[in-house]
């Protein structure tokens, strides 16, 4: 089926670093997939927020990895390099890359490819593996959640958040989250939480030790960062868990850790972007098995802000900086 490929496809490239206008569509040549490699025909791909810190260049792709943006997308098998033997071409799939999600077609290495999850359609599918990923290393194997326990998500109408409240209520947790107003508010509850704190109108530290009865919460998923992480720190329950995966108001910190030592607390952080193919896999793995049964169960579902087409990239980026949005933001390429 490769023989049948065009020559070239339309792609979201960088010209320097900026606002959202710097993102152009490009005719570039359609790749090819190499050893343990497919290609997909892409027909949906996710905006996330480390696109927006590549186009504004603190977030530069991995050494061999192409400068196109976009880490996740759904789309067809269409060609598979040597050794790549799960999937046929025209299989449906989804997939967490470390770049190239931006266009017409994308090479991904087959480990990091998923059947789409059970009831979600192709033009949804390409905003579930970045963010149910992150999730899931950073929840569940990082921060160890478990059912019973308490958890508190800042930014729940984001795509991280949205999932992260879905997947630790399915668990068995109890879920707060912080949002910036009452529209975002009546969403997360309805995703799960049973508590949405208005962080601009009340302080998240005495909301959670007021819903736990003065104890704080187990497990906290920060992307926040700044002032935060002293306030996560007294929101903590003894032997509380603290996960770092973004610096969104700056990862210069002045704080007293006295309650780190006094709490026995564990902070701990990640990223996803550099990690190896094998570690991806193993997290595809882990969610193939443990969490896609919970979509074919209906107990789990992929909430859409609003979809763009492709070449409209620089509008997806504009509208998530406003972070207006409930849920992910997609491009579309229409084929």
């Given amino acids: 089926m490769a023989g049948e490929l065009p020559a070239e496809m339309i792609a979201i490239r960088c010209h320097g670093h900026g606002p959202p206008e710097v993102l152009q569509p490009v005719r570039v040549p359609v790749p090819r997939p190499g ?3 497919l290609l997909i025909e892409v027909a949906s791909a996710g905006v996330n927020r480390p696109d927006i810190l590549q186009r504004q260049g603190g977030y530069p792709p991995p050494p061999g990895v192409t400068d196109v943006p976009g880490l996740e997308i759904a789309g067809r098998v269409v060609a598979r390099g040597p050794g790549a033997s799960r999937f046929r071409e025209g299989d449906l799939v989804c997939a967490l890359v470390a770049g ?22 192709v033009e949804v599918a390409g905003g579930v593996p970045e963010t149910f990923f992150t999730v899931w290393t950073n929840v569940f194997e990082r921060g160890r959640l478990a059912a019973g326990e308490t958890f508190l998500v800042h930014g729940g109408s984001s795509g991280i958040g949205v999932t992260a409240i879905q997947l630790a209520k399915a668990f068995g ?9 009452a529209e975002k ?47 996560n720190m007294e ?48 997290i595809a793995r882990a969610l193939e098995a443990r969490v896609w049964p ?12 609003r979809t763009f087409p492709l ?23 229409g084929r």
């Fill in 185 to 231: 508010a009546v969403a997360c509850r309805r995703l799960g939480a049973e508590l949405a704190i208005l962080y601009r109108e009340e302080d998240f530290v005495a909301a959670v030790k007021k819903a736990t009865g003065g104890r704080g919460v187990d497990l906290i998923l920060d992307m926040v960062g700044g002032d935060y992480v002293a306030r």
């Fill in 311 to 333: 070449e409209r990239a620089a509008e997806a980026h504009a509208l998530m900086e406003t972070s207006t949005h409930i849920g992910k933001i997609l491009l579309l390429t």
């Fill in 235 to 282: 929101a903590a329950a003894i032997e509380g868990r603290i996960v770092q995966i973004a610096w969104l108001k700056g990862s210069t910190i002045s704080a007293d850790f006295t309650r780190l030592m006094i709490k026995r607390l564990t902070w701990t952080g990640s990223t996803l972007r550099p990690r190896t193919v094998e570690q991806k896999g193993a």
């Fill in 173 to 181: 947790a109890t879920v707060f989250t912080t949002v910036g107003n």
């Fill in 294 to 305: 919970l979509f074919a169960q209906g107990r789990l579902q992929v909430p859409v802000h």
């Fill in 35 to 37: 050893p343990g490699e």
């Fill in 100 to 121: 190239g999600g931006y266009a017409q077609y994308c090479v991904v290495p087959e480990q990091q490819a998923l059947p789409l999850p059970p009831g979600v359609p």
